[in-house]
């Protein structure tokens, strides 16, 4: 389930203004925009921090006290779209499809704007924007849904070996490694190291 269609609706507002927002703004500029209190509002960018959807980074206050925070949006794209790419891109290669798979999530990786999150915010992003809705637990993360299941079940070295990719790509620009566990226990999992 994505942020923006669950049952927080305040959450669902404060993503909305901030991917409106592309220079970034912060928690007292969200709540005049919105009419909600400042507490209210960093209430919901801590959780959509914590979900990977939002990035918070110090600037100067222009006086005294603590820097404010600038929120700015974590821009991943359209998850069919992508996907669409990369199961072209390994179409289209040569070699066995699990390998060519792999290496056309590993490309999508590169355009993905992630750059300065640790790995597993970085992952979390990512596949939350995308419809997995991971859940971290100690080493990895669980993806406890896939928006390309049946697929998935049907051809595993294909659409598995694109999001193996695509996990891949991400953790080594983050400077982690990573191992994707499919159909382990009910979901799939990604186990950083």
């Known amino acids: 389930m994505r942020i923006d269609e669950d049952a927080r609706p ?55 006290g603590r820097p404010r925070v600038v929120y700015q949006a974590v821009r991943v794209p359209d998850a069919r779209v992508g996907m669409l790419a990369a199961l072209a891109d390994a179409a289209a290669g040569e070699g066995p499809a699990a390998e060519r798979a792999q290496r056309a999530g590993e490309r999508w990786a590169e355009g993905l704007d992630v750059d300065g999150l640790d790995p597993v915010a970085a992952l979390v992003a990512v596949f939350t924007e995308l419809g997995f809705a991971p859940a971290p637990f100690e080493g990895g993360l669980a993806l406890r849904a896939c928006p390309f299941l049946e697929d998935a079940r049907r051809h595993p070295e294909v659409v598995c070996g694109v999001h193996r990719g695509l996990a891949l790509g991400i953790a080594r620009r983050a400077g982690a490694s990573i191992e994707l566990r499919p159909f382990e226990g009910g979901v799939c999992v990604l186990a950083i190291a």
Do not use: N, Q, W
């Open 10 to 64: 305040g959450a669902g507002r404060v993503l909305a203004a901030v991917r409106d927002a592309a220079a970034g703004v912060t928690a007292a500029e969200l709540g005049s925009r919105l009419g909600l209190h400042v507490t209210t509002v960093r209430f919901h960018l801590d959780r959509l921090a914590a979900d990977g959807l939002v990035a918070g980074r110090a600037a100067p206050s222009g006086g005294r």
